[in-house]
Nanobody, 127 residues
Framework: QLQLVESGGGLVRPGGSLRLSCGTSRFNLGNYAIGWLRRAPGKEREGVSCIGSSPDNTTYADSAKGRFTISRDNAKKTVYLEMNGLKTKDTGDYYC????????????????????WGQGTQVTVSS
């Protein structure tokens, strides 16, 4: 069974908001850097955001800066991705995974360095 579980996706109008959740009951993911990636229809996967074991250690793709906020609640073993001002280009399947290299986020997300991906949650931004 997959270790991580994503939730919170859905259908939203442009300009709307969603909060995605990534969690597990098997271990304390707060000890790891956790990344979000997405795959838009017909496009390759891209890194969206990452949060390190230190919650102020965060990174964002240029397309997400100023609109998305990643956070972590270690007590709930959950990482969140708050998405505001959603655009149609944000449509896609969103996944979270564990950064396998170290506890801090990389300067840029190499997707092969993340593992234990969840099943994904679908985000559709459409009017």
């Amino acid at each position: 069974q997959l270790q991580l579980v994503e939730s919170g996706g859905g259908l939203v109008r442009p300009g709307g908001s969603l909060r995605l959740s990534c969690g597990t009951s098997r271990f304390n993911l707060g000890n790891y850097a956790i990344g979000w990636l997405r795959r838009a229809p017909g496009k390759e996967r891209e890194g969206v955001s990452c949060i390190g074991s230190s919650p102020d250690n965060t990174t964002y793709a240029d397309s997400a800066k100023g609109r998305f906020t990643i956070s972590r609640d270690n007590a709930k073993k959950t990482v969140y991705l708050e998405m505001n001002g959603l655009k149609t280009k944000d449509t896609g399947d969103y996944y979270c995974g564990i950064y396998l290299i170290q506890d801090a986020c990389p300067a840029s997300m190499s997707l092969t360095d993340f593992g234990d991906w969840g099943q994904g949650t679908q985000v559709t931004v459409s009017s």
